[in-house]
């Protein structure tokens, strides 16, 4: 079944999330139902996208397709980073790094907006609605910056533009710090100015518009000088330009929560008295076996090499399904652990839903001898009814697999006789399938993998494998088993069929 025909399902029970502007668990109630308006923070494109990217995006990819799963008519914006990102030098990090390898600034640009589609792809993401770039909406930064000027929020200084972090405060309820906690005393006695020095009037206050030094490649002439936007100030002009000066929820990993994006709520706020999302959603980090993963480490490993094992860290390569399912396995808001074992363990759980997904394909309800049994019909609904609560409850995925694995029993029962179709009735038949599979494809986004057509194979083998028994050639049996073994695949002899399954 194609992604959007399993739309449009009647609710059960209601959704919440946990909004981190509010630090609780809040009722999902859209601005404009049905439609919701997302907005994530997109990735800088000046290196291969990391792990840790990947992880919040397909977090969000969960979000984004369990409420489309829900009906709800979703505009997805995830922008790319072409500029204004600085480094810990000061410098911009495309800027930088074109200089290094004496390209043009947009062929980085390309060139890891490529990786970053590419690898998104492989894992099965549904690529946004909109994915604005910053350099795209150039136009648009400097009317907002004008506006925060005129605004009174904002000041020009040696033809660089900053937000005057201490007036907002002050004129808005003291609401610098609504989202990440922080308090403004503390924040002035730790900040250290490292950018813009002396032109600001305080070392909280942030670039708007930076002027470019004589050396600087990527640069735009403004009223203000010859230069270039500030990092924060795009999300604020992107998500208002989309989605509107309030939309539903805006997401990006836990270390985006501030500076960003509080400098993006006192942006909106500064421009038009209004602070973007009413939910904030906030994805956690990873860590290796139990360290943070970071380069300095040592640690850290692209998507890629855990794809092909190439890194003296893993112990072999993982499917791109496997690690989406391993992904699945924490809630987004947990910290989430690599060790080769947990990653072993995932290979091992995605095929257990792989082969639920691969059955319920086939299955197709059929009358026989068993009669209603009305325990058997309710353990069912309710392991259907328990994925959606999981789902519900903040998008939890982890649990949702745990229900996930409960029908698959069922699923296998079935499929092997051991469970009757009469037992469970047409109605439970369909809305197991149903359920199954909408939770498996849709929300979670998995998919049965294979790189060949993997079945008609097998059943070829299975076919001689039949003749060699009927003609008592166990030596050949063993030979055909022990070839399919080889390729993960299982030969289950039952009594009056063989099956077979991917070995768990
Ligand atoms: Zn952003």
Redesign the pocket.
Known sequence: MPFFARQNRSMIGKLKVYNSLKREKEEFQPLHPPHVGMYV?GPTVYSNVHLGNVRTFLSFDVVNRYLRFLGYKVRYVR?ITDVGHLSDTGEDKISKKAKLDKLEPMEIVQMYANDFHDVMLQFNAIPPDIEPSAIGHLMEQIEMTQKLIDNGYAYESNGSVYFDVQKYHKENDNSYGILSGRKIEDLLSETRDLDGGSDKKSPLDFALWKKAAPEHIMRWKTQWSDGFPGW?L??SVMSTKYLGEEFDIHG?GMD?QFP??EC?IAQNAGTHGKGGAKYWLHTNMLTVNGQKMSKSLGNSFLPRELMTGDHELLERGYSPMTIRFFMMQSHYASTLDFSNEALEASRKGYVRLANGMRLMHEMEWTKDDGELNEKQVEQIKKMCDNCYHAMNDDFNTALTIGHLFNLVKKINSLHTGQLKYGEIGEETFKRMKETFLGFTEDVLGLKVESDVDYKALIDTILGEYKDAKFNRDFERVDKLRAELKAEGIVVKDMKEKIEWAFEE
């Open positions: 923070c922008n924060h795009e999300c990006g985006l960003h994006h993006e």
